[in-house]
């Protein structure tokens, strides 16, 4: 039954995608490749479901060159309080893995790319689940085409660790190398507007670890093998670009492999732009 769910949420989409020559979200955006200069971003996200309630503030800052290259470095300050079924687990907050990416893009008229590479330095607390004790790298890949108002999408990427989305704030972090995989479309119903609405896989491999958060007893991870870690499902997103400086979103993940239903809310405010003057037409 998981397989076929699987082959619902995650192949079609990636076929649809590739049957355009390979299409993807629009990520370098978010990383800073799509503007020119000095960047800075401050979010305030976080999801909740029966397993806790977790958010975050992430200041991140960059700079752009161009329209291809973009670096960026920010640190987390997380908070997490578990569910009252969670009776091994308490609340817990703390400064998260300071954190350093690279990312290229490019846009042609078949092809929207980008590719980046983000890597955390280990410097939190592992007993509180914060940090794995080890540094952390993802190397991603996306692909987009844009159909006027329908964007198709997929991902691939390969990592030692299961980051965090916007989507999902699992109440651990986990070390061990994995593929995750993310396809479907987003749909612009505006200047305002858009609806996402895709399918994840997480494939691991290896021995996998993984450092529960607000853990009460031994503060060591738990190891085990890929079913540690493993996760397919589908994401359902909302945004609302309030104003030039501002983005408002809305999310629902639902774990298939899990049985698990996450709810997931983020802010944030591009200060680079509201430190420059709009241009003059």
């Known amino acids: 039954m998981k397989s076929r769910c699987l082959s619902s949420v995650v192949v079609l989409p990636a076929l649809l995608a590739v049957s355009v020559v390979a299409q993807?979200?629009?990520?370098?955006?978010?990383?800073?490749?799509?503007?020119?200069g000095f960047?800075?971003?401050e979010?305030?996200?976080?999801?909740?479901?029966?397993d806790g309630f977790i958010t975050d503030i992430n200041s991140t800052v960059g700079y752009a060159f161009g329209r291809h290259f973009a670096v960026d470095m920010g640190v987390p300050y997380l908070f997490f309080q578990p569910s009252t079924s969670k009776t091994g687990e308490t609340s817990t907050s703390g400064i998260g893995n300071p954190y350093l990416g690279f990312t290229y893009?490019?846009?042609?008229?078949a092809l929207a790319f980008s590719t980046s590479l983000n890597s955390a330095i280990p410097t939190a607390s592992t007993a509180k689940g914060l940090s794995t004790g080890h540094v952390t790298v993802d190397w991603n890949n996306h692909f987009a085409h844009e159909f006027d108002l329908?964007?198709?999408f997929v991902d691939v990427g390969l990592a030692n660790s299961i980051a965090d989305t916007r989507f999902l704030h699992r109440p651990y972090i986990s070390y061990g190398d994995v593929t995750h995989l993310e396809g479907g479309s987003e749909l612009d119903l505006g200047d305002r507007f858009s609806v996402t609405v895709s399918g994840y896989y997480?494939?691991?491999w290896g021995a996998q670890q993984i450092f529960l958060?607000?853990?009460?007893?031994?503060?060591?991870?738990?190891k085990g093998g890929v079913s540690l870690t493993r996760d397919d499902g589908i994401n359902l997103g909302i945004d609302y670009n309030l104003t030039r400086s501002l983005d408002l979103s809305a999310g629902y993940s639902r774990s298939m492999y899990s049985v698990l239903n996450t709810f997931s809310f983020g802010i944030e405010v591009n200060v680079s732009s509201l430190l420059k003057r709009p241009s003059k037409e």
Do not use: D, F, H, V
Not at 214 to 219: D, T
């Open 24 to 36: 993807a979200r629009p990520q370098a955006a978010t990383n800073g490749a799509g503007q020119n």
């Open 39 to 41: 960047t800075w971003t």
């Open 43 to 50: 979010t305030y996200e976080g999801s909740g479901n029966s």
């Open 105 to 109: 893009s490019a846009k042609g008229s």
């Open 150 to 152: 329908l964007t198709p």
């Open 202 to 204: 997480i494939l691991p």
């Open 213 to 222: 958060r607000g853990k009460k007893s031994s503060p060591g991870p738990m």
